[in-house]
């Protein structure tokens, strides 16, 4: 009888102790497995973020930069000659209403034009400087680089980049800086038999404090990033990273606030068409760890044009220049200079969809202050734009060098906006004869009248 009992109610409770026992294991197990694998970890697992990748993974909330996109080649929406004194055209860049080219040699004159009336032509001399291979114009809210960068048989030692002033480009003398550069790793500058062996640039885009050069490689087909400082004086370019471009880089453009850089380029001796590369979804200075697609340009339509120049003002239409190819004298024969309107909307739409709401905006300098359409999330007046001036938390930046009227009424009128003017460098009036309802900040260097009347201390930070 004692047996029977031991053996009824001990077994038992063996057995809850037994599985007790398991379930303390595998829990200790789990836990074990979670601190190795995940304790203190990011658990945003990294793909291809791109919805317009072929390899698109739609948990991935960290992008790879490993996107995989299908051939693209596109055509033209409009295209129209320009004027045969810019037959060089080598860089491009819209300001003042108006797109401004420049030819790569000797010539110190900057043509402006309309895409409507390309024939006629505005001209403004950059009297003082000199023209040994302009390859490239850049432009922020106060400054026009121009790039004397070209380099075609790597033995120049006098490579430059010109910083000038704009508001001194309608004025009697130029105010400019100059921006002396050589690569860290060029070592020997002696004059090779033929041209594409490295340290030739024909493309730089302005990010931050720093200049960011791109080379065109003839031999390799590939381009370097180097990053000199954005400022007068004697710099080493360090090299950054480079990328694969297989063809030759002679472009850039690119929009900060959206992490946007694109590349324009083509193939010697023209075995394909010109293309253009979006990199886009990137960190820092790190342009090709993001998104990298190739866009092809139509065969028929490109070939075989030199296409050198690429810019954008919205984001979404593009325009690029060729420039002449061929014969000229005594007759002519071959490709002429153009400028091409390209869309790139279906390409970059669902990217500028995702990105958050800008919290800054700046006059492009020119057109009316109070329309929307003249601010941009860009300093060089490229990029977004706003539908009005309702949205809250945004500072509407006025920077460019100048004296600006507003003619009619005008109201910030988002919660936590406010207007600034001026960037504490150089000076920018306002003047309205007309109630400006909008929290302000005014930089120094800077004034702000209303009414004829100063904005008081207390209204400014």
Known sequence: MDGYVIKKYLLPAAWLIMLSGLAALVLLMTAFFYYVNYYERDLNLPGCTDTAALNFDSSAVVN????????????????????SRAYESSGLLYWQHKFWTQNDHADLNLYGFTFEEPLSVETVKLNGLQNIDWEEIVQDDNFLYVGDIGNNYGNRTN???????????????????????????????????????????????????????????????????????????????????????????????????????????????????????????????????????????????????????????DGHSWYLTNEQAGLRRPFRFGSVQ????????????????????????????????????????????????????????????????????????????????????????QPVKLTSRYPIKAQFKVKSASELLINHIGVPSSANE
């Open 64 to 83: 790879s930069g490993n996107c995989v996109y299908p051939r693209t080649v596109i055509s033209h929406t409009r295209r129209a000659r320009m004027v």
């Open 159 to 313: 490579l430059l980049i010109y910083k000038i002033e704009k508001r001194s480009l309608q004025e009697e003398f130029l105010r400019y800086q100059v921006i002396r550069f050589r690569y860290e790793d060029q070592f020997y500058f002696g004059r090779r038999s033929r041209p594409g062996f490295g340290f030739d640039s024909e493309a730089f885009i302005l990010k931050g404090e720093y200049i960011y050069l791109f080379t065109k490689e003839m031999h390799t087909l590939k381009t370097s990033v180097y990053r000199i400082p954005n400022q007068a004086g004697n710099h080493v370019a360090r090299r950054v990273n480079g990328f694969n471009s297989k063809g030759m880089i002679t472009g850039a453009m690119y929009l900060q606030e959206e992490r946007l850089l694109a590349l324009v380029g083509y193939n010697f001796p023209f075995i394909s068409a010109p293309f253009i590369w979006l990199h886009y979804d990137f960190e820092g200075d790190d342009f090709f760890g993001g998104n990298n697609r190739r866009i092809g340009l139509n065969y028929f339509q490109f070939m075989p044009l030199q296409i050198e120049a690429i810019t954008t003002i």
């Open 338 to 425: 153009m400028i091409h309107e390209i869309n790139l909307n279906p390409f970059l739409e669902a990217y500028f969809a995702g990105l958050p709401e800008p919290d800054k905006y700046y006059f492009r300098g020119f057109g009316e202050l109070t329309d929307p359409a003249n601010w941009f999330t860009n300093p060089n007046g490229s990029g977004r734009s706003p539908a009005d001036f309702s949205a809250q938390g945004v500072s509407w930046h006025l920077t460019a060098e100048g004296e600006y009227q507003i003619n009619q009424p005008w109201h910030i009128s988002g919660e936590g906006s406010r207007l600034v003017i001026g960037n504490g460098e």
